[in-house]
């Protein structure tokens, strides 16, 4: 809507400048028409250009590609005068009067008016979206803290360490220090914007240590993943699929497999557990809703995520790419 406003003013200006007298009023209208057509294209043109040169970071393309567009625009001022006019308007005799370097004047000043609106308001989505963003991750760091290092989850597995105890000193002392490493990861390191993936990781693996020692029934989990990576990730991204995998699996038949891996900076990460039909709890959730959230909110575009059930098994895939 906000373009069709923009063109239908622009139309109306450049009418009443192009309008010599009221009595060919028409003329002028189809005037205006063949003026405007070309200035529509170079303005889109231009338009995902510069989408392009900002995204793929390339900017040093952008004027040379800004020539070609100018000298696009003025080919086609010529094009749809001198052909479409003659194709679509026979009856009339139109000319172009302006010169080559009248059409580029008023070709730059469109690009420039354009430009200047798209990259303003660019800039005020951007603004918004950190603004969202700050607030979503504020509520996702409350939201962890509150599902995760509270009494349920922290006395459990306290009680649990407690009882291995008496049978198994060295595996207390593993699974306390995988506590301590957990909370202490959750509570300080997750307030950046961005962690490193490896660090991301290790939590999960701490994570799913902790969650396995609090099954009442022996639990097949399998949780593969890259080691050594560099890559940068939002905090507590790939929790929240971990997380449904354990509220959701088949209690009598338990079995969860995980997997992460890592191609450049494409992200894949698979998860699947056994599950009943018709049970009570339905896989998702507040959880998973949260989780697209911050997705859309941080990797805009840059994202999948797919579910689907196949007889006893639930399957999620993540996608990510974690480009800078």
Known sequence: MNHVIFWVACFFILYRLFTQDYQHGWI?????????GPM??????NRSLLDYAIHEKKMILYPIGLIAIVAVGAALHYLFFD???DILFSEYFIVSYYTVWEVVQYSLIFIAITTLIKLTKDWFWVKDREMKLARENHQVQLSALQSQVNPHFLFNSLNNIYALSSSDMEATRKYILRLSDALRYMIYETREEKVLLQDELDYLADYISLEKLRMSQPVQVTFSYPEDTSELIAPLMLLPLVENCFKHVDKQHPMIHISVKLEDTQLTMTTSNSYRKGSAEVPGGLGMDNLRKRLDLIYPGLYSYD?????????????IDLRP
């Open 28 to 36: 002028d209208w189809i005037h205006t028409i063949l003026f405007i």
């Open 40 to 45: 529509m294209c170079i303005v889109y043109i």
């Open 83 to 85: 052909v479409i006019s």
């Open 307 to 319: 579910v689907h059930e196949e007889d006893d098994q639930y399957t999620a895939l993540l996608t």
